[in-house]
């Protein structure tokens, strides 16, 4: 076991990280996304499958780490109402996925924009 809670918590697999990403983002009320120096977000195309994702993180530290030495990029905080409100109706217009908590692995728990607004909804109300 690491000292670092980041590290630890990287090494959880895919629904354990989906879990903890719901509590902290209904906790903090934001989910954090990376976008580069024109303000443009990162968009992931599975090479497996060819499924466009847009990756989200439970807080700052965890999408700065995922985006160092990336050089471009850099985390942007997005609120609760602003991702229900403009980004789920926009990624499932474009029909992009949520890659929810990218880790240290390469497993990762995609889901469509509204299945994650649904369970985060589901958090929120505290009947999860």
């Not at 000292?3 to 959880?12: F, K, S, T, V, Y």
């Not at 443009?40 to 499958?49: A, G, N, R, T």
């Not at 992009?96 to 985060?120: Q, R």
């Amino acid at each position: 076991m690491s000292d670092n809670p980041l590290a630890q918590i990287l090494e959880m697999d895919g629904e354990e990280r989906y879990d903890y990403f719901l509590d902290a983002v209904v906790e903090e009320r934001e989910l954090w996304i990376l976008v580069n120096s024109d303000n443009q977000f990162l968009k992931i195309v599975s090479e497996e499958d060819g499924v466009g994702y847009l990756p989200v993180w439970p807080s700052e530290d965890f999408a700065a780490d995922y985006a160092s030495g990336s050089g471009d990029l850099s985390p942007k905080a997005l609120s609760l109402p602003d991702f229900f409100k403009k980004w789920v109706p926009g990624l499932t217009r474009d029909k992009l996925e949520v890659g929810v908590f990218p880790g240290a692995d390469s497993e990762l728990w995609i889901t469509e924009p509204e299945a994650l607004k649904s369970d985060l909804q589901e958090v929120l109300s505290g009947s999860f």
